[in-house]
């Protein structure tokens, strides 16, 4: 699974003022960020997964597929709280051309860790793609215990973890007790460099969108064990960080997409384009 070790970029869905999908937009997201990442990641929560359609989550696959500058490895967010339209979707869904699954913890039924279980290891059963888990208690209000990450790191067709819980005991955990061939990926920008100290083989990254060269420095200093560049790469986003998620994921990377040129900031409600207050620091630290 060496193709997932590096940057992964959480990939916005871009909007036109009408609020239907800015395919010009999209390419010129796939044009910009293919100059340092080593994979996409389509549909994920910076994807705005809540509030696209079927149809629409299909034409932006296909889309990236075939629009594709270097041929990049394409992970695929298929998740939820239901465990068997989870696997409806995974049957229905045309997955020629991608790479893994991407599929969050089920969210809002908080389910007990043998439930996070049982969800996992049925739809790795009925994937015909390979799983990689996706660990945001911060979204879903239930976290995936390290031990049970483990237990499902035994599955076939369980490859890895983003993990998002930003608890780094947790993190070190699984890593000290995994298969060597487990991916364990960074799911927060700034945690980055520390979880690849610890065993991480990179980030699936929401800040990428707009800083793929930026972060491809941060993650292969730090797989070549240059973890000094990898830090000091790294602090130049302390600050910026936080706004991305102030006005919550994506609106502000959607803000600092639009002041780079390159597309939108339009988001489907119930989110809300940045308000100018946030426009305006963002602004100062770009």
């Given at each position: 699974m060496n193709k997932f070790k590096g940057t992964g970029v959480a990939l916005v869905t871009p909007f036109n003022?009408?609020?239907e999908i800015d395919f010009e937009g999209l390419s010129a997201l796939l044009d910009h960020t293919t100059t340092g990442v080593d994979y996409f990641?389509?549909?994920?929560?910076?994807?705005?997964?809540?509030?696209?359609?079927?149809?629409?989550k299909a034409k932006i696959l296909e889309f990236v597929k075939s629009n594709n500058p270097r041929n990049l490895p394409i992970v695929y967010g298929i998740g939820g709280n239901n465990t068997q339209s989870v696997c409806n979707q995974l049957a229905s869904t045309n997955l020629d051309g991608v790479d893994a699954i991407l599929s969050v913890s089920p969210y809002y039924n908080k389910?007990?860790?043998?439930?996070?279980?049982?969800?996992?290891?049925?739809i790795a059963k009925e994937s015909p793609l390979p799983i990689?888990?996706?660990?945001?208690?911060?979204r879903t209000m239930s976290n995936i215990a390290a031990e049970t990450t483990l237990r499902l790191a035994d599955h076939e067709n369980i490859i890895g973890i983003k993990e998002a819980?930003?608890?780094?005991v947790q993190c070190m955990t699984i890593a000290k007790n995994k298969p060597e061939d487990f991916l364990l990926i960074s799911g927060d920008d700034l945690l980055t460099t520390s979880m690849m100290s610890i065993g991480a083989v990179g980030?699936?990254?929401?800040l990428a969108n707009a800083f793929p060269k930026e972060f491809e420095a941060i993650?292969?200093?730090?797989?070549?064990?240059?973890?000094k560049k990898s830090r000091?790469?790294?602090?130049?986003?302390?600050?910026?960080?936080?706004?991305?998620?102030?006005?919550?994921n994506p609106v502000g990377i959607k803000e600092v997409l639009r002041q780079k040129g390159i597309c939108g900031n339009a988001v489907r409600l119930p989110l809300l384009s940045a308000s100018q207050s946030l426009t305006d620091r963002i602004s100062d630290k770009i």
């Open positions: 003022n009408k609020l990641v389509v549909q994920g929560t910076t994807g705005e997964s809540a509030t696209t359609t079927s149809p629409e389910p007990s860790q043998e439930g996070i279980l049982e969800h996992y290891s049925k990689i888990l996706y660990n945001v208690p911060g819980s930003g608890d780094l980030v699936i990254s929401v993650v292969h200093s730090a797989l070549e064990g240059n973890y000091l790469e790294s602090s130049k986003f302390l600050e910026i960080n936080p706004l991305m998620y102030e006005e919550s």
